[in-house]
């Protein structure tokens, strides 16, 4: 009937159009409603269905943040873990737990690319051509600032050699050195230097910011009330422009540590604390002090007087238990030696401490790729030397708050740990490529 009144150039009236229509909307409803689960339609999905997925934690949602760094070495990473969609399709905390891991181990690779950009005369400080020609400039500015006897001092050869207590002394007097030359950046204005800015937000770097350094990450950017102007402070992953601006946190300041202790020739390990801090661990023939008598740290550690032979002997046989080269606390911000416990002190529950390791020479294990040296890349779970509490509390801790085992950590941190194996070795393999073109190097 429709069809022989379209043919007929029937003139519909307003009445007969709806009647007409009527019946298919029906048909067409009813149809969306049995398929409105799959097809998401947000009018007639039911009150159970149209719920929001459970909260993503802070953890997983770092992962969804695309980096603003390097594009290769951030491609290489993604490419050679799991799809960062698992973040918001899988809640499971061992997802999110190793979503962390990756997002620390991406930064990780990042400070090892920077360093090894440096050590080749490329790295991006294109605003500083000066500084391409030196093998270090890292250790060139460490010596005309901080001075060239005090600097050899810190040279790992030399500090090795030194009694317990002379080596405490020079790390010291270096850590309040550096607290000094970096203080901590909490909220000044760059204009009228005053206190009390406003959290914009995070920006992307602009031209200038990426001038200084192609590692960034981002830029905060804070409002001040008093002149009404915005004052950024770009985050970055390079050690050189930290040097030449003098303003950073923990994180900025724990990279330029790092990197300056293994100029001068130190095992080091970059320690993340997932309670928000950052600092180092530096590989030394310490005495190890007891946890107990760590609870009085200016007992301990009273640089001002010089403890003699013979009362060094005496400690040794009493209080401080001798064992081989171990990893000593560095804080920079609190400009904190061997204190482990000092976190605790502040109150906070330890949780998760994640220590982050390269070889000294990250270009020279690429070259010599064999069992050994791959073992020098490491991922540790540190928590239990920060705290005084037992592994069986640490471990209730985290059951409770993300509902990790004792295995998630474990397998965890082991994929993590090849994977910083992998990917470093395979970005620094490239990177040494791009810069020695005639060079042959053999893949991992």
Not at 137 to 158: S, V
Not at 292 to 313: E, G
Not at 316 to 331: G, T
Request: hydrophobic share 35%; aromatic share 8%.
């Amino acid at each position: 009937m429709v069809i022989w009144c379209v043919r007929r150039k029937y003139i519909w009236s307003r009445r007969e159009k709806m009647f007409l229509l009527l019946p298919i909307i029906i048909v067409v409803l009813l149809l969306l409603a049995t398929t409105g689960d799959s097809l998401r339609v947000p009018f007639l999905v039911t009150s159970h269905t149209n719920q929001r997925p459970s909260s993503l934690s802070p953890a997983a949602l770092l992962m969804v943040i695309p980096s603003e760094s390097k594009e290769h070495t951030s491609n290489s990473i993604r490419n050679h873990t799991t799809n960062c969609d698992c973040v918001q399709n899988d809640t499971k905390p061992s997802s999110i737990l190793e979503d962390k891991l990756r997002y620390h181990l991406d930064r990780f690779v990042k400070m090892l690319m920077d360093e090894q950009e440096e050590k080749q005369g490329a790295a991006p400080d294109k605003s500083h051509e000066t500084e391409r020609n030196s093998s270090s400039p890292l250790l060139d500015w460490l010596q005309q600032n901080y001075g060239m006897d005090k600097t050899n001092e810190l040279q790992a050869g030399t500090l090795h050699k030194l009694e317990p207590d002379e080596q405490r002394l020079r790390l010291q007097a270096f850590l309040n050195w550096f607290r000094e030359t970096f203080p901590y950046y909490y909220d000044a204005c760059e204009q009228c230097h005053a206190t009390g800015t406003v959290f914009q937000g995070n920006q992307p770097p602009n031209d200038v910011e990426r001038l200084e350094s192609s590692w960034i990450d981002t830029t905060e950017v804070y409002l001040c009330p008093a002149c009404q102007q915005n004052t950024r402070f770009p985050r970055y992953l390079a050690a050189m422009p930290i040097v030449r601006r003098k303003s950073g946190r923990c994180s900025e300041y724990s990279l330029l540590l790092y990197r300056i202790l293994r100029c001068l020739g130190h095992e080091t390990r970059w320690v993340v604390d997932w309670a928000n801090h950052v600092w180092v661990e530096v590989l030394l023939p310490l005495p190890k002090l007891p946890k107990d008598s760590q609870q009085q740290p200016q007992q301990l550690l009273d640089i001002t007087t010089v403890t003699t032979s013979m009362d060094i002997t005496a400690s040794k046989s009493n209080n401080v238990i001798e064992e081989a080269p171990r990893w000593i606390h560095l804080d920079p911000c609190e400009a904190a030696l061997d204190l482990p416990l000092l976190y605790q002190e502040w109150g906070k529950n330890q949780t998760y401490i994640v220590a982050f390791q390269a070889p000294l020479d990250a270009t020279q294990s690429t070259r010599n790729n064999n069992t050994t040296t791959k073992q020098q890349w490491k991922i540790v779970d540190v928590t239990q030397e920060y705290t005084s509490d037992d592994l069986e509390q640490i471990q209730a801790r985290r059951t409770k708050e993300d509902g990790i085992t004792s295995q998630d950590v474990a397998a965890a941190l082991e994929r993590a740990t090849r994977d910083l194996q992998e990917l470093s070795l395979l970005a620094l393999i490239e990177q040494y490529r791009t810069a020695n073109k005639n060079a042959t190097i053999r893949d991992c």
